[in-house]
């Protein structure tokens, strides 16, 4: 059964064929194989022929393998080659084309997006190499030296800012041997020096010393400097990007909403909180673009915004979003639904009662709420795991207040974050199942819009994976 789970049609078939004796006759309309016994694809040994095997391995390999009697063995062979079967799509074309079908007509996207350790390098590969990963804020760096060093789509980054001021980001590789240059994860640093021989670098990557390396007579500190990736700003948030080709990040927000009337640049981190949540990026992301759950899960957000308010979702070619307004007699969300402080200045009349949900692809989430800005960065980990880093904002006026306290906020989050997660957990182990997914509520028009994005990313290489 757990070999019909994996692999239906070429499991069976394999099984099939195992039902046969080991040296049964050929099978029906196939050439000679490398054991020599059958015509299949597949020789009794299970030999696929993609394996480069010589032919002297193949034949003593064929007896070994003619040798194992029991069936068990064979049920091992057979999971094998079945597991290992290139010609077994991960999915099917049709249920990715019914996730690009207009949303009354569209399906949800496959379980298996969520699961496939191949769907997540994928995604590894194009979706985060290509895209604008938000690393930190400009404050982080509030000297020449500081650093923070990250990881983007496995790749271990340094950003830091020089002598000269500039921000830059560099693969935290040493131009040596290839070691991870630091370790640490943040700090003040004039310069970074490899554990390994000692090669030490700059704060603007410019590579400083290399013992006994004068020793070649072609050796050349300037040609080996860090290697730095693109790095840009929006809203006094960092974005890197992996891929030195890439549009620079303002091209990339191309059609962002404007969000300039919220000074996003001078407000001031008060919070953060990392969760480690046992759920694929995806569903995270999904989860936050919808409000369809609130009203059954989120007692406490619906009592302060009514899950069916908000004028128009809107989409772009990197991001959707839409506003939900604030019910009647609430002026913002917090437990007590009522503002503490002042609202954050140059906001209009319309932002006074509402909150701005938007999400830049492929994981920056922010919510705009009257006075304060709450900020949700995904961080994928694995196909089944991710971390999700969520951070508070208040205007650096009202940070400055002597009573100041945000803990209303930020105890308001902290329990629909929670509240959060645990359905994103509940989707990730359903998907386990690989049922055929169902439609999307119009509520859920942002979720297409996203899901639809991602199955045009990865486009005709998704539906080509193999098993
Ligand atoms: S690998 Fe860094 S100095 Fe040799
Ligand atoms: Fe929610």
Redesign the pocket.
Known sequence: MEIEAHNGVATRQLLRKLRMPAHGRPLRGGAATWCGRWSSRLGTCGHDRSWPVPRRQRASRCRVIRAQTSRARWVNVAKYVAMSDEHVPLFRRAELEAVLQPVELARNLPGGVYLEPAVFALERETIFSTGWNCVGRVEDFGQAGSFLSVEVAGCPLLVVRGADDELRAFHNV??????C?THEESGVARSFR??????TYGADGQLMA?PLMDERADFDLAEHGLASIPLDTWGGFVFVNLDNETAALAEAMNGFPDLERYGLESLRRVHSVTYDVAANWKVLCENYSECYHCALVHPQLNRVTDYRSGGESFIGDSFNGGPMALKEGYTTLSTSGQRRYPEIEGINDADRKQVHYLHLYPSFLIGLAPDYVLVHRVQPIDAGHSRMLCEWFYPHTTVALEDFDASETIEFWDLTNRQDWGLCEMVQEGAESRLTPGPYHPLEFCVHAFDRWFVEQLGDRLATLRR
């Open positions: 040493c131009r040596h041997r290839g070691a240059l490899c554990n390994y021989h000692a090669w290399a």
